[in-house]
């Protein structure tokens, strides 16, 4: 594969270059002409049974660069995972080995379908528990510790932000797993590139800078920004926990509802960093937006490209087609049972028992206050079962109006919805 040379021109394009090592250095590495281009690593530490948000901007930046001719690397932190960075919020708990170890399964498979394995530039998958494990605490403090000053350790952000609270010696010594990281990739596989998010910018350098002092080599470091709503905050939360690219842990259908809710003002960054999209696209796509926000238009495709991208083009489908019933626009019997199952309990879902009238069913899933209400609601025509108008009061549903192996679909008005379990 022939190595693109405007891949860089690209990453600043999308935003996705935060800080970085000497700019020129870099886009002279980036644009070598050898086989296999530059080889380059980030990485990923099982510290929860899923990657999430954030890791994503990873995976698919370690996408671009293999698309365009260079080799990628991708660590899965068997060793820093038994750790975990230092966070501003307090001292992380540390998960068993076993624990650890079965996260590291659960991490490749989710990395391993974004990235080519075949070819001239393979990614190669590493673990940093093969290097690590079996490396004495002499070793480590005379061979890694003797090249990082004290005085820079204690000057990083997080462990400055930590001194009153307290830091362990555990957390406090992360950087040095991680930069012996790329100085074994670097030793042994000829890695001399690495990338992170910017909060890792301090463990991205200390690697270049190790490299430097350990071997006289010369290595390079970029960092992708951190993405945040408008108002500064952190994307990586959702009301119901984190944003998990494991299905089981979020489905389908919430991933596909959380980027269609994504604010008018940011999606176009959202799409220059989490599709790819062309840049004439992007653009009128952001135009389109600006022009006719009430359409949606940016979102919808946003929505379709990162959930295909991540959960395939079937759970795309059927998140789409579950979105239309639920509101009216298709038919609920069609869809995929455990696609309407995940909806339903991402719209807010109770349980009750076949036989449970109909104006008590709309007050314990939470879409009127009373029985009075209820009834009124449907005397105004604005209540519905599964998306058909319910017009008698004394109404008790039945076995056939149960959809899905076990829903009933209430509506008040066109978008107040919620779904009864039966059972």
Do not use: C
Not at 145 to 173: C, Q, W
Not at 243 to 258: E, G, K, N, V
């Amino acid at each position: 594969m022939t190595v693109d040379p405007h891949l860089l021109d690209d990453l600043e394009w999308r935003g996705l270059l935060a800080h970085s090592t000497d700019l020129d250095a870099l886009r002279a590495a980036l644009s070598t002409t050898e086989p296999g281009g530059v080889r380059f690593y980030v990485g990923f530490d099982p510290t929860a049974p899923s990657l999430h948000l954030g890791n994503l901007v990873q995976i698919l930046t370690a996408r671009r660069l293999q698309q365009a001719g260079h080799t990628p690397y991708p660590l899965v932190g068997g060793a820093t995972g038994m750790i975990g960075d230092p966070r501003d919020s307090g001292e992380r708990t540390l998960n068993s080995l076993d624990t650890v170890q079965d996260w590291v399964g659960r991490v490749r498979r989710q990395i391993e379908p974004f990235l080519s394995f075949e070819g001239g530039n393979a990614a190669v998958m590493v673990n940093n528990y093969d290097w690590t494990a079996s490396l004495s605490t002499i070793d480590f403090l005379r061979d890694i510790g003797k090249h990082f000053p004290v005085n820079r350790m204690l000057a990083r952000d997080v462990v400055k932000s930590r001194l009153e609270a307290g830091i362990s010696y555990t957390e406090f010594s992360y950087i040095l797993l991680q930069s012996m990281d790329f100085l074994e990739l670097y030793r042994q596989h000829g890695v001399t590139v690495q990338f992170g998010g910017s909060d890792q910018w301090g463990n991205l350098t200390g690697g270049v800078e190790l490299i430097r002092r350990a071997e006289g080599g010369k290595a390079h470091a970029f960092a992708t920004p951190l993405i945040t709503k408008s108002d500064g905050t952190k994307y990586g939360k959702t009301e119901g926990g984190a944003l998990w690219l494991d299905p089981a842990m979020m489905s389908p259908y919430a991933f596909h509802q959380f980027w269609l809710n994504a604010e008018d003002a940011k999606v176009g960054e959202l799409l220059r960093v989490f599709t790819f999209l062309s840049r004439p696209e992007i653009d009128s796509l952001e135009a389109e937006t600006a022009e006719k926000p009430f359409l949606r238009a940016g979102q919808k495709a946003l929505a379709d490209e990162v959930t295909t991208l991540v959960h395939g083009a079937t759970e795309t489908a059927n998140a789409k087609a579950a979105a239309a019933a639920l509101f009216g626009s298709g038919d609920l019997g069609d869809l995929n049972p455990a696609t309407l199952s995940a909806a339903l309990r991402e719209a807010g879902a109770t349980r009750a028992e076949l036989g449970t009238p109909y104006v008590d069913l709309l007050v314990a899933a939470g879409l009127v206050r009373s029985k009075g209400e209820a009834r009124r609601t449907i005397t105004e025509g604005g209540a519905y079962l599964n998306n058909e108008r319910v017009t008698d009061p004394e109404l008790v549903p039945d076995g056939s109006h149960v959809v899905a192996g076990g829903w009933l679909v209430l509506r008040r008005g066109k978008r107040n919805l919620a779904g009864v379990e039966i059972g």
